[in-house]
């Protein structure tokens, strides 16, 4: 029972973050994995345990009593086998119901012999992985339009980059979304259902029951008509209308007010219920970028959505978005709350038909049939057009050319000498030193001092080589030379948590994931992330 797929998806608790329809997403992937280490079986443990669809390892290496000290995922018994199928093997174990393959070959042997082998994933995932492998791969995916996540795990430093060509959110999930009530500018079926109350003819039970939205709408009322119809806008005017709207509690016999919570909600809420109902210059740009003007033949869904609410925005929607058709909780009779509720989902339910209408027009004049893009989906695009956000990451190549490297970017984030940006640094010397010696510093003890000279020179050229005008202190030379390319467990479980995370927003098209550099620094324990 326990393995039975629907049940799973419907009781666990990440499903509760994405939902159905993100679990049905997470179902349907296919990720691969390069090099099981450490970082990697804990990235693939993350996702095996939701319930990914299918996951590949690709791995040319044999296991060794190294692998086996760090990583759960593999045992003794394991040494000598070939790593990819010896995590494999484990890792099935945390959940039957997703299918794990492995291939017994290096990344590099897959990129000269079939580099077309990656095109099938819906992400790769690369841990641990050398410099000039990564750039190759790197090429590869983005001209297939392929997501890349690249994890790495060094010493007491963590880093992650995604490279994305365009990433699409519907489901941004913000932290503090403002509500959608629009009592700034009422849509006709709000204006008619606030008309039809009579706060002053109303008995102490009404009254006190009373949705808070309709206190504010209707004292807004009184504010705009004394007020050459402007709501209040600063901070004296907002005070102003909550003292007008307490005014309105009612008083007893002996001219104390009355305990009517619904008002004291209202006066707690007028930010809130006054925010004004525009569209953020974020969705602007979606509505004024290429992919939104020129819909074609290869034109996603999202582009299309999107362009069908910029033509209702144009048309029905009067200059605004469509409504949400939500509304918060709040003290109030069952009645009252449930008629109110269905003012905002009726007017919802009707702007989500108008840009269906507009989303049909579109297929049809794209070839494709009005069924392409089913009502659910509609309906979920336009509950979510004001969190709408789109990802363009930067490829690698541009990362890496000294033409287009984000000098700006890094110069000022290491004003700080201490900055994150730093082990970025480090990280991209460390390459250089394996380019130069066939091996990373300080590997073993008797390297470490020899090595620091070797590796402070690699710090310097790459400095000079990209005109950066730094500098790096000697306490992180000496620092990542006695790190000899160490895959700590501690920092390699933070990361694989961390790098999951992402790999599930990606592949859901849920919340937004970072762009596009992480780094983590274990010794500080702080983090950030860069545009690189």
């Not at 989303?359 to 989906?377: D, N, R, T, W």
């Not at 890094?410 to 201490?418: A, E, V």
Request: charged share 25%; hydrophobic share 35%.
């Amino acid at each position: 029972m326990l393995g039975d797929k629907s049940l799973f998806s419907c009781h666990c608790v990440p499903c509760r973050l994405w939902g159905d329809h993100g679990q049905e997403a997470l179902e349907n992937a296919h990720v691969c994995l390069i090099n099981a280490t450490a970082s990697g079986t804990e990235i693939l443990k993350n996702l095996v345990l939701p319930g990914i669809g299918a996951f590949t390892i690709v791995d040319g290496h044999r296991v060794s009593g190294e692998d086996v000290g760090n990583n759960f995922f593999l045992s003794k018994s394991s040494i000598g086998k070939n790593r990819a199928q010896a995590a494999t093997e484990l890792l099935q174990e945390l959940n039957s119901d997703v299918s794990g393959n492995f291939v017994e070959e290096t990344p590099e042997q897959l990129l000269d012999n079939d580099p077309g082998f990656f095109h099938r994933f819906n992400l790769v995932i690369a841990v641990q992985l050398r410099e000039s492998t990564t750039l190759r791969l790197g090429a590869v995916l983005w001209n297939a339009g392929v997501p890349f996540l690249i994890c790495r795990t060094y010493g007491l430093a963590g880093y992650m980059r995604l490279v994305v060509k365009e990433h699409t959110v519907v489901e941004s999930h913000p932290d503090n979304a403002l509500e959608d009530l629009r009592l700034d500018h009422p849509f006709e079926e709000l204006k008619k259902h606030i008309q039809s109350y009579d706060l002053q003819s109303m008995d102490k039970n009404d009254h006190s029951h009373t949705p808070w939205i309709i206190v504010v709408a209707k004292y807004l009322e009184k504010w705009c008509s004394e007020h050459d119809s402007q709501v209040p806008k600063n901070y004296k005017e907002k005070e102003a209308f909550r003292e007008l709207i307490r005014q309105g509690i009612r008083k007893n016999e002996n001219g104390v007010p009355e305990d009517e919570e619904n008002f004291e909600e209202a006066v707690k809420n007028v930010n809130t219920a006054l925010n004004p109902t525009k569209i953020s210059s974020t969705i602007e740009d979606i509505f004024n970028a290429d992919q939104c003007k020129n819909i074609t033949a290869q034109s996603t869904s999202f582009w299309v959505m999107a362009r069908a609410v910029k033509e209702f925005v144009h048309n029905e929607g009067g200059q605004n978005l469509p409504v949400r058709g939500t509304i918060p909780d709040m003290i109030a009779n069952s009645d009252k709350f449930i008629s109110l509720q269905n003012v905002y989902r009726a007017k919802a339910k009707q702007d989500a038909a108008a840009v269906s209408k507009h989303v049909a027009s579109l297929l049809q004049s794209m070839g494709k049939l009005p069924e392409s893009i089913s009502e659910q989906e509609i309906r979920l695009f336009c509950k979510n057009t004001a969190f709408l956000r789109v990802v363009c990451c930067r490829s690698l190549a541009e990362e890496y050319s000294v033409e287009s490297i984000n000098k700006d970017e890094i110069t000022s984030c290491m004003d700080n000498p201490d900055s994150e940006m730093v082990l970025y640094l480090m990280l991209r010397a460390v390459d250089r030193f394996f380019q130069q010696h066939s091996r990373y510093p300080g590997v073993y003890n008797y390297q470490v001092e020899e090595d620091i000279g070797k590796l402070k020179s690699c710090v310097n050229s790459l400095l000079q080589e990209y005109g950066l005008n730094v500098n790096v202190k000697d306490d992180y030379i000496h620092e990542f030379c006695r790190y000899g390319a160490a895959e700590p467990h501690t920092v390699a479980s933070l990361m694989g948590g961390s790098a999951a995370q992402e790999a599930i927003k990606t592949i859901t098209h849920q919340f937004v994931p970072f762009n596009n550099t992480f780094i983590y620094n274990a010794m500080s324990q702080t983090s950030a992330t860069f545009q690189l």
